[in-house]
């Protein structure tokens, strides 16, 4: 975020008023839209609240601003002169449109992590940059060419990359699969978005798992889909509960995340995976299995995932370096049959004509380098180390004011808070103090659930961040509402 620059011959209050009137012309505060307050522009830009008052008061003399008392300080509608010139609402386009916008506890979030670089981050789902294999990478770069050709890449991804692939998950995942039936994206998110639109249809009733990072994903919701959930207990979901949804709702799909699931850390019992896929294979259901987080399994013997041992194609199955290696390569896979995959790849070129395919040339080398398995046996050991800070500082901050079962794999702890709590009043409070986390509730568990995420953080951030946590929590309990 721009702020002022105190060594500068202008003053402080006049530069705020510059970048503010430049702000107004690019569009960014439309004529009629609510500026901030003094007192939260103040706090942002760490300054006086007397200074913003100076720089409003220059914008309001040149007609550029208007202020009324109740109302607030508003882009004046006639801010070039006598003339009225009328500018979209871009406000009222913003707010339209069939592309929801994400949560709003994610994105207040989002919001504090972009104002505070210095809060120790429980919140973010990715790795820290030390976890990440940034050496490794670096030395890859160095030793092969990857500018050759620069042009648009085959939208089902770069061959080298899915052939990699191939062979990757026939040795990590037990998953038999061939190039043709992969396809490359720049994520687990685009995958499911495009399985959202081009699989399935407005109206259309699909099962996800209670609590579930499906469930904070509005992409659902704007496709038109009616969302079903399957209670996740710490052997995961029952299939049981996927016959019934089907009888009740004609559910079309079943979105899972069976290995140490986001965000409650569960895997799937072994019988339960054979009974849901029987469960399947009776009602010819698609399952989308999301797997981001097996290899990351401590005891370094990942569950084997339901594509390794589905017998009929059932499974479309998601991939993708975020959680393994890192978020910044934006590269993601599915396996899916041959005709889903052209279908998708399709939907693909008309969105964005592939992924650039430096970072897939990178990732298809990493695969094949001998760097990757000593990069997971690291990454591993790091996560353990960190899972058991965050444990013993609950222990000791907490005592029986949470509950939770450990995780042995991924990168989230998902814990209950005993004492009645609101979860707004615990996320300020939490922000006001210095350390931020995620609500259950954005993942559709009711009030007084957190996940904390343990990857982010630096080690030596985890116990002050839940003595953090706990203070805050106390605050929250003493006064609720």
């Known amino acids: 975020m721009w702020k002022p620059d105190r060594l500068s011959d202008q003053t402080l209050f006049q530069q705020i008023a510059d970048d503010l009137e430049r702000r107004i012309s690019y569009g960014e505060f439309p004529a009629g839209s609510l500026l901030p307050s003094e007192r939260k522009l103040a706090e942002q830009l760490g300054v006086n609240r007397s200074t913003v008052i100076q720089a409003y008061a220059e914008l309001r003399a040149h007609g550029i601003i208007e202020s009324r008392s109740g109302s607030g300080t508003r882009v004046s509608k006639y801010k070039w002169g006598a003339t009225p010139k009328h500018t979209p609402n871009w406000h009222r386009y913003a707010e339209g449109g069939n592309f929801l916008p994400n949560l709003p506890f994610l994105r207040r979030i989002r919001e504090a992590l972009g104002h505070n670089q210095t809060l120790i981050d429980f919140a ?4 820290a940059g030390d ?5 490794e990478i670096n030395l890859l770069m160095s030793e092969h060419e990857y500018t050759s050709y620069l042009g648009y890449d085959n939208p089902q991804g770069y061959i080298p990359l899915r052939q990699a692939l191939v062979a990757y998950l026939k040795q990590y995942r037990g998953i038999q699969t061939t190039e043709e039936s992969i396809l490359i994206t720049s994520g687990s998110q685009q995958s499911l978005y495009l399985i959202t639109q081009c699989l399935l249809s407005p109206g259309d009733a699909v099962a996800i798992e209670d609590p579930s990072y499906c469930y904070s994903l509005p992409m659902f919701q ?55 896929l029987d469960v399947a294979s009776e009602l010819g259901l698609p399952i989308v299995e999301d797997d981001p987080f097996s290899l990351t399994a401590y005891d370094g013997v990942p569950p084997k995932p339901l594509k390794s041992i589905d017998p009929i194609g059932s499974v479309l199955y998601i991939g993708s370096f975020s959680k393994i290696a890192a978020s910044g390569l934006r590269i993601g896979w599915m396996v899916a049959p041959h005709s889903v995959v052209e279908r998708l790849a399709d939907a693909r070129q008309q969105m964005d004509f592939g992924l650039s395919v430096i970072p897939q040339r990178v990732a298809a080398q990493f695969l094949k380098s001998a760097y990757f398995v000593p990069h997971l046996e690291r990454l591993r050991m790091h996560l353990l180390y960190k899972r058991d800070l965050l444990i013993e500082a609950l ?21 209950k808070i005993i004492p009645e709590v609101n979860d707004n009043k615990l996320l300020e409070e939490a922000i006001r103090r210095g350390v931020i986390f995620v609500p259950g509730s954005v993942y559709g568990s009711e009030s007084g659930y957190v996940r904390f995420t343990y990857a982010r953080a630096r080690a030596d951030e985890i116990g002050p961040g839940i003595s953090k946590f706990s203070a805050a929590l106390q605050e929250a309990r003493v006064n609720k509402y």
Not at 239 to 263: A, E, G, T, W
Not at 399 to 414: D, I, R, Y
């Open 222 to 276: 704007s496709a038109g889909l009616r969302l079903f959930r399957l209670p996740v207990d710490d052997k995961g979901v029952r299939p049981d509960d996927i016959r019934s949804l089907y009888k009740k709702h004609r559910i079309k799909m079943v979105f899972i995340n069976p290995n140490f699931q986001n965000p409650t850390g569960a895997v799937l019992d072994a019988e339960r995976r054979k009974e849901l």
């Open 124 to 127: 973010s789902g990715e790795l």
């Open 131 to 135: 976890l990440s294999p940034v050496e």
């Open 395 to 415: 222990h000791k901050e907490l005592h029986e004011l949470v509950s939770f079962t450990v995780p042995q794999g991924g990168l989230h702890l998902w814990c």
